[in-house]
């Protein structure tokens, strides 16, 4: 059964701490991807990662960085919480080259006060 | 990506078939259509996707109309466990990445489905 795990379901944060977010897949997957959910605004992508080390901005990556040191794993992370950066993240994964489904994690709600 | 329009909500009998259309009129012939379904304070899940021809499998079928306009997922048998925000999406053919973001998901609203006992 395929899956795609996530550090935490939820976590409290204070403003300006750093955040490590988790995520890894164990699908041997090359594609992973990171997104916020916010109500009213659907999916929105942070950053992607097409092979180790590799890393694209997506379309809101202000504020985050990330990190693929292992094909399974794919790390976002929040250099200096800030209260706008709460919100439910989303981790997801797919194989390259292939028109099927993309794998999400059970996502983590993030709360920064 | 193309866009997609959906209803905001709809109701569903449990036990009734639930037909959850979608517009798409703006997609392109290499655009494949996908239902994903994302029930409350869970990740998102894939349901079925299909380029023209009608799809079904066991969670779910796929009617694309001959224009590919138009689309609907249609759950046979639904259950209260069915109750969630289902998301039509289309998007390119291929996870891989050509300079661009293009196994990235764009998620629209979607239809909130409500499977009543």
């Known amino acids: 059964d395929v899956k795609v795990t996530q550090s935490s379901r939820y976590l409290v944060k204070r403003t300006g701490e750093k955040v490590f977010l988790e995520c890894v897949q164990d699908m041997d997957h090359e594609n992973m991807f990171w997104y916020r959910q916010d109500p009213g605004l659907g999916l929105r992508l942070i950053y992607f990662s097409y092979d180790v080390k590799m890393k694209e901005k997506g379309d809101i990556p202000e504020g985050y960085s990330v990190s693929r040191e292992k094909k399974e794993r794919f790390s976002l992370i929040l250099e200096s919480a800030s209260t706008n950066q709460t919100s439910m993240y989303l981790c997801?994964?797919?194989?390259?080259?292939?028109?099927?489904?993309?794998?999400f994690g059970p996502g983590t709600r993030l709360t920064v006060t | 990506d193309a866009k997609t329009t959906q209803p905001t909500s709809m109701d569903c009998a449990e036990g009734r078939a639930a037909n959850l259309p979608c517009n798409h009129s703006t997609i392109s012939g290499n655009e494949y259509v996908y239902w994903y379904r994302q029930i409350h304070s869970q990740g998102p899940q894939y349901i079925i996707h299909?380029?023209?021809n009608n799809e079904t499998n066991e969670m779910a079928s796929l009617i694309i109309t001959e224009d590919r306009k138009s689309s609907t997922l249609i759950l046979p048998h639904a259950t209260l466990r069915d109750t969630a925000v289902y998301y039509c999406i289309v998007r390119v053919l291929g996870g891989g990445f050509y300079g661009g973001s293009q196994g990235n998901l764009i998620f629209g609203k979607g239809t909130k489905l409500s499977v009543k006992p």
């Open positions: 299909g380029l023209k």
């Open positions: 997801a994964s797919i194989r390259d080259g292939l028109d099927g489904e993309q794998y």
